[in-house]
Nanobody
C-alpha cells in the first residue's frame, strides 16, 4: 500500500532552519511528481516545492524560492524539504503528496493531480 509519512517539523526561531522528511513506502511507479504543500489556519493550502520522480523539474513558490530546497535520496524513498531563513509566515502544517499520473508538469505546485497525501507535520516559527 502506497503511503507517505512526514517528519521533522517543530518549533524554530525566525531565521532558523528545519529539514522535513517524507518517507515513501509501497511505491512501484517510476514516473510521478512529488510535492510539498502547506496550510496555515484560515488559509488555503499552497504548494511550496515540487519535483519529478527522476529528479528534474524542480519548482518553488515565490514565497520560498531561494530559502527552501526539495531533494530526494538516491533510492527515492525519502523526499526532503530543507527550509532555511524561516519566517513567521512559514508557520503551517506541511504535507508531502504524490501525483501518480506524472502529469502535473509545469503546474506541479498545484494540488489538482495529487491523490496520495501524508498526515502532515507542523512547523511553527516563533520567537
Amino acid at each position: 500500500q502506497l503511503q507517505l509519512a512526514e517528519s521533522g517539523g517543530g518549533l524554530v526561531q525566525p531565521g532558523g532552519s528545519l529539514t522535513l522528511s517524507c518517507e515513501v513506502s509501497g511505491l512501484t511507479l517510476h514516473y510521478y511528481y512529488i510535492g510539498w504543500f502547506r496550510q496555515a489556519p484560515g488559509k488555503e493550502r499552497e504548494g511550496v516545492a515540487c519535483m519529478f520522480s527522476l529528479g528534474g523539474s524542480l519548482q518553488y513558490s515565490d514565497a520560498v524560492k531561494g530559502r527552501f530546497t526539495i531533494s530526494r535520496d538516491s533510492a527515492a524513498t525519502t523526499i526532503y524539504l530543507q527550509m532555511n531563513s524561516l519566517k513567521f509566515e512559514d508557520s503551517a502544517e506541511y504535507y508531502c503528496a504524490l501525483d501518480r499520473t506524472g502529469a502535473s508538469g509545469a503546474r506541479c505546485l498545484r494540488d489538482t493531480l495529487y491523490d496520495v497525501w501524508g498526515q502532515g507535520t507542523q512547523v511553527t516559527v516563533s520567537s
